[in-house]
């Protein structure tokens, strides 16, 4: 390799600032184009953005357009197709080309009036032919009349220049629709925890915790019969109550009593980290009496007095875990007059 010379990595896709600015628009979730044709409504819904090829779950086929002096391709469902032909003359079926071409642009024409008056282009379909599966290209979902499916619009083959002036009409057209904000379901699931302190060691220290000794928490609040619910950005305080955790507040986006902050600075001098270096780290425990799956709906409305269930009495083990990870178990155990967890292993740090 020649001095100087860099070899980075090299991604198959290469997408000019101009393109993904457009795709980041026409991508957006909006209101569906509603329209009517042949007194039959039509929708038609922007899906995803999808960059390989898929196999067709449906029978497909591509109407290629001509727009100006550039070609679109659109594949459409069958159904969709014959529903379109259906409006001109009932009961022909699929003909053969130029034939259903020319009955497709007829079903379509009062949309096509449309769309030239708002793109200032001329729109004419060209033909349709059997689809084939390639990439990228956007998802549409259609539906006209009883008629429902999947549309196909292929992006251009050029992502590393400028857009087409036929794909930045239909940005500007897509753009005059309404933003949608699209909901989670409130079934999502949510994990929530209960903790009951948590302990800041260095790896090195957890390097020599055998089975029988006790970490003492520098967070306690089990101490004081309290209890975190946490699930991740939300957290909760409860009350411990034998076998149950009852809320005693809404969940908050407050900083988490139990997380500290950290600063990093970089050195001076940087070097590659020494064994002791790595034994120095800092790493917090988090002391674990339960987790529950709460559907996100659910989440909204639990407030004080919510119970949540052990299972257990609170004397029974609690997991030990380091950034998410279980690395060992222990019971709580009083030490001195301050609560701490009796390790009833050695932590999964040691193996």
Known sequence: MATGEQSGFKPALILSPSVVSWLNEIAAARKPLQSRLSDKPLS??????????????????????????????????????????????????????????????????????????????????????????????????????PFKGKARLFLFSSLDDSVPPAFRALGGLLRQLPREDRQLPSELPVIVKGEIGSLRATVALLRKVNAGDALLPD????????????????????????????????????????????????????????????????ITLVFECGRWTVALGALRDISEGHVFELGRPLDGPVDILANGRRIGRGDIVSIGGELGVRLRGRLAVND
């Open 44 to 145: 038609v819904r922007m899906e995803r953005l999808v960059w390989g090829p898929e196999p067709c779950a449906v029978s497909m086929l591509d109407c290629v357009w001509a727009i100006g002096h550039e070609t679109i391709v659109l594949s459409l469902a069958r159904p969709v197709v014959e529903g379109l032909i259906a409006t001109v003359q009932s009961g022909l079926g699929l003909p053969a080309e130029p034939t259903r071409s020319l009955l497709v642009e007829f079903a379509l024409d009062p949309l096509l009036n449309q769309l030239e008056g708002l793109t200032q282009q001329k729109l004419q379909l060209i033909c349709l032919s059997e689809a084939t599966a390639r990439g990228p290209y956007l998802e549409l979902e259609i539906t006209f009349g």
């Open 219 to 282: 967070v306690i609040p089990i101490a004081r019969g309290q209890a975190i619910l946490n699930t991740g950005t939300l957290w909760a305080p409860a009350q411990v109550a034998e076998d149950r955790l009852i809320v005693r507040g809404a969940f908050r986006l407050q900083p988490h009593p139990l997380e500290c902050a950290h600063m990093m600075t970089q050195s001076e001098k940087p070097r590659p980290p020494s064994e002791g270096d790595l034994d120095n780290i800092e």
